[in-house]
C-alpha cells in the first residue's frame, strides 16, 4: 500500500506495519552527497571570502534541495502519526464459532430443551403396547365426545394410526369405537343425549338396568341418575351379590296413599323366622319364591357338606438363627430348640 509522499506500508509478520519511505530515503541520501559542498560553502561565507558564480549557483541548488527535503519529512511524520493513530486502535479478533470458550463455566446442570423432552414423549408413546395406545385413544374420544381423524388424533395423543397397523385395526375394530371411514368416535352401549332418554330408557327395563351399562353413554350421565332419584322418577339400589348399582323405573301409577291402620297392621304381622315355612306360605297364597331351602339342606346332608374352616396360621418356631429382640430376658428363651 502507498500513502502520501512516496509511502509504502508493507504488514510485518509481528502483526504492525513495516513503513519504509522510499523518497525520503533518496532525499536523505541527497543530503549526504551535498554535506560536503554546503559546508564548504557556509564556511565561505562566514569567513567573508568572495564566491565565484558556479559556488553561488550551487548554494541556490542545495537551498532547494533542503527545503524539498524539509518538506519530505514533514510529510513522512504525517504520514507516520496517522498509521501510528490506526494502529493504536483495539482490534477485535474473530473468534471461531466452533472455539469452546473455556472459561465459561455453566452455572446451572444442562437440561434438555422442551422440544428434546417433547420428541422422547413422543418415542416413548409409540414403542409403548399397542394397548397402551388404544387406551390414549379411547380415552380422548370419551373425554371430548367428539369425532377426531388420525391427523388429529396424532396431534392431541402422538398415537400414529397411519404408521401402524396393529393400532388402526385395533381401534377400526373396538366395541368403544366407532369408525365412519375418516373419524373416529366414542361409541356407548345406549345411545342417549339427555335425561329424558335416560328415563326413557330405565322404564323399558322393569326389572332393573345396571348402572354400568349407561355410565358411559354421556359425560353427565349420573347427576342425571341421582336428580331422577330425587325426584321420585327411579329407585337407585345396590345388588349385594355383584356390588353394583341398579336402577328401577319407579311407575307412577303404583303411586297410592295407605291409611296409617292398614301401615300399622302390616307392621304387626309376625313372619316364621325359618326359611322353609316363608317359603310355604308364598306357596300358599300362590307365589314362587326364588329360593329352595329345603332340597339345599337335603343335598348337604346327603354330601355332608360342611362349612369350610379357616386355616389356621402356622406359628414360627424360634431357634438359633431367629433373631432375638429381647435378649436381656434369657428365662423367655429357656425351650430354644437345638
Known amino acids: ?4 509522499a512516496g ?7 509481528g502483526g504492525g506495519s513495516r513503513v519504509r519511505c522510499l523518497e525520503g530515503a533518496r532525499v536523505l541520501g541527497f543530503g549526504k552527497l551535498r554535506s560536503t559542498a554546503g559546508a564548504s560553502f557556509l564556511a565561505k561565507r562566514s569567513r567573508g571570502g568572495a564566491m565565484s558564480a558556479k559556488e553561488q549557483e550551487d548554494g541556490m541548488d542545495l537551498k532547494d534541495s533542503l527545503s524539498r527535503f524539509k518538506q519530505q519529512q514533514e510529510r513522512c ?10 494502529s ?7 473468534q471461531p464459532a466452533h472455539a469452546p470458550n473455556v472459561s465459561a463455566r455453566p452455572s446451572q446442570p444442562i437440561k434438555f430443551s422442551n422440544d428434546t423432552e417433547r420428541l422422547q414423549h413422543i418415542n416413548s408413546i409409540r414403542k409403548s403396547p399397542v394397548g397402551a395406545q388404544i387406551k390414549l385413544v379411547i380415552e ?4 371430548t365426545r367428539q369425532a377426531f381423524t388420525a391427523e388429529q388424533i396424532n396431534e392431541a395423543t402422538y398415537v400414529d394410526i397411519h404408521g401402524n397397523k396393529a393400532v388402526f385395526d385395533s381401534l377400526r375394530n373396538n366395541p368403544k369405537v366407532s369408525y365412519d371411514g375418516r373419524r373416529f368416535s366414542y361409541k356407548s352401549k345406549h345411545d342417549l343425549k339427555g335425561k329424558d332418554q335416560l328415563l326413557v330408557l330405565i322404564r323399558k327395563f322393569p326389572e332393573g338396568l345396571a348402572v354400568v351399562e349407561v355410565k358411559d353413554a354421556y359425560p353427565n350421565v349420573l347427576e342425571d341418575l341421582q336428580a331422577l332419584k330425587a325426584a321420585g322418577e327411579v329407585w337407585l339400589l345396590s345388588n349385594m351379590d355383584s356390588q353394583e348399582d341398579i336402577v328401577y323405573p319407579n311407575d307412577p301409577k303404583a303411586k297410592i296413599k295407605v291409611d296409617d291402620d292398614l301401615k300399622q297392621l302390616f307392621r304387626e304381622i ?3 323366622r325359618d326359611m322353609v315355612d316363608i317359603e310355604k ?3 300358599k297364597n300362590g307365589f314362587k319364591p326364588m329360593t329352595n331351602t329345603a332340597k339345599r339342606r337335603a343335598a348337604a346332608q346327603i354330601n355332608g357338606v360342611k362349612p369350610k374352616a379357616k386355616p389356621k396360621k402356622k406359628q414360627r418356631e424360634i431357634t438359633k438363627r431367629t433373631k432375638l429382640t429381647n435378649a436381656h430376658l434369657p428365662e423367655l428363651f429357656q425351650n430354644l430348640n437345638t
Open 88 to 94: 493504536s486502535k483495539p482490534k477485535h479478533r474473530a
Open 281 to 283: 306360605e308364598l306357596q
Open 77 to 86: 511524520q504525517s504520514s507516520l502519526a496517522s498509521i501510528a493513530a490506526s
Open 270 to 272: 309376625e313372619l316364621p
Open 7 to 13: 509511502l509504502e506500508l508493507r504488514p510485518a509478520a
Open 140 to 143: 380422548l374420544l370419551y373425554k
Open 1 to 4: 500500500m502507498r500513502g502520501s
